[in-house]
């Protein structure tokens, strides 16, 4: 096994593993919006990046919630997927100076993290049906509904207004 699962050998252990994964990410997230809410200039996009810091906030505590569920500790794994992601948005905000690309480099940014995070929430929901635990299965099904709303909201943005901005 590799060095991320020398400790992995259920179903149970993935789950768990998977879920202080998302938990690290979350948290890195939270820590990250800031950054991009004070980059963008779109209005609509800014509102929605600072409604999401919010909801952010409530996918941690959704999470600590299934620990508490589950009957394990809530601690982080680092995830070098997440990091990898904001890394990349950090680095590619900092390079753009026309705001209307800047904003579509934003949300690009912003909906690779959602995509991530609605990968391993689709995952854990999946593993905690089939481990018998739909309490746990619901409490994430709260988190993956609104990071799928948001990834709906950016695309909506993006195609009505900001890709077309950033085309001019």
């Not at 990898?84 to 579509?104: N, R, Y």
Request: net charge negative; proline share 2%; glycine share 6%.
């Amino acid at each position: 096994m590799g060095f991320f699962s020398k400790d992995i050998k259920t179903l149970d252990d993935l789950f768990v593993h998977t879920l202080r994964d998302i938990y690290y990410a979350e948290k890195q997230i939270e820590k990250s919006l800031p950054k991009m809410i004070d980059k963008a200039t779109d209005p609509q996009l800014k509102a929605g990046l600072e409604k999401h810091l919010g909801q952010t906030k409530g996918h941690i505590e959704r999470v600590e919630k299934v620990f508490e569920l589950h009957g394990v500790k809530a601690k982080t794994v680092n995830c070098p997927a997440i990091d990898g992601i904001l890394e990349e948005a950090d680095e590619v905000s900092g390079d753009i100076d026309d705001k209307d690309v800047l904003d579509a480099a934003l949300i690009a940014s912003a909906q690779a993290v959602e995509h991530y995070e609605i990968t391993r929430y689709g995952t854990l929901i999946a593993w905690a049906k089939q481990l018998g635990r739909t309490d746990c299965a619901n409490v994430l099904t709260n988190n993956i509904k609104e990071e799928q709303a948001t990834d709906r909201k950016l695309t909506e943005i993006a195609e009505a207004k900001v890709n077309l901005q950033a085309a001019e």
